[in-house]
T-cell receptor, first 110, second 113 residues
Framework: AQRVTQPEKLLSVFKGAPVELKCNYS??????LFWYVQYSRQRLQLLLR??SRESIKGFTADLNKGETSFHLKKPFAQEEDSAMYYC????????????FGSGTQLTVLP | NAGVMQNPRHLVRRRGQEARLRCSPM?????VYWYRQLPEEGLKFMVYLQKENIIDESGMPKERFSAEFPKEGPSILRIQQVVRGDSAAYFC???????????FGDGTRLSIL
């Protein structure tokens, strides 16, 4: 089945340390991939999508077709980055199906 | 554009009652998705609908749960004969096309007494 997996349910780093949230996919072809973030008491919102190739709030994510990964990275974590992060994807040419990763709760410690 | 609107924000029901959760997608969005978030857990996909059609309901429990997205009006997630385990936050999202990012509502927090 086409799917997205986030192997880490919880991730803690210290402020100023680099952070990497892992996401692997198993789509064929060229998938469309997204990262969403849910801050405490806020609605889930789009953080970035791979086709835009931009950096949002210091985060970047590169699609690695060889490793079938779309890891989210930030060189220096901030306390306000503490949130739930979800990886989402859809394969090219198909209707969206169950794709959301199970999420990674990031905690940035002072 | 008001964004995805869900109501009610909080819903309390007694065991055995029915719960109806409403979701109005963003203007121009014809694709609607429902997710459930149990306490201390991540989002779990439930169902994906496109106007008047259920596209994917692989995440819906086989009994007591149903969803619709009529030609006119909001999408409805209906839970019959609720049980304590149905207590969760239910989120709705919408998108203009299936390959576009989803826009999420604030969710409905369902509590079962």
């Amino acid at each position: 089945a086409q799917r997205v997996t986030q192997p880490e349910k919880l991730l803690s780093v210290f402020k100023g340390a680099p952070v990497e949230l892992k996401c692997n996919y198993s789509y064929s072809g060229s998938p469309e991939l997204f990262w969403y973030v849910q801050y405490s008491r806020q609605r889930l919102q789009l953080l970035l999508r791979h086709i835009s190739r931009e950096s949002i709030k210091g985060f970047t994510a590169d699609l690695n077709k060889g490793e079938t990964s779309f890891h989210l990275k930030k060189p220096f974590a901030q306390e306000e980055d503490s949130a739930m992060y979800y990886c989402d994807g859809i394969s090219s040419g198909s209707a969206r199906q169950l794709t959301f990763g199970s999420g990674t709760q990031l905690t940035v410690l002072p | 554009n008001a964004g995805v609107m869900q109501n009610p924000r909080h819903l309390v029901r007694r065991r055995g009652q029915e719960a109806r959760l409403r979701c109005s997608p963003m203007k121009g969005h014809s694709h609607v998705y429902w997710y459930r978030q149990l306490p201390e857990e991540g989002l779990k996909f439930m169902v994906y609908l496109q106007k008047e059609n259920i596209i994917d309901e692989s995440g819906m429990p086989k009994e007591r749960f149903s969803a619709e997205f009529p030609k006119e009006g909001p999408s409805i997630l209906r839970i019959q004969q609720v049980v304590r385990g149905d207590s969760a936050a239910y989120f709705c999202a919408s998108s203009p096309q299936s390959d576009q990012p989803q826009h999420f509502g604030d969710g409905t927090r369902l509590s079962i007494l």
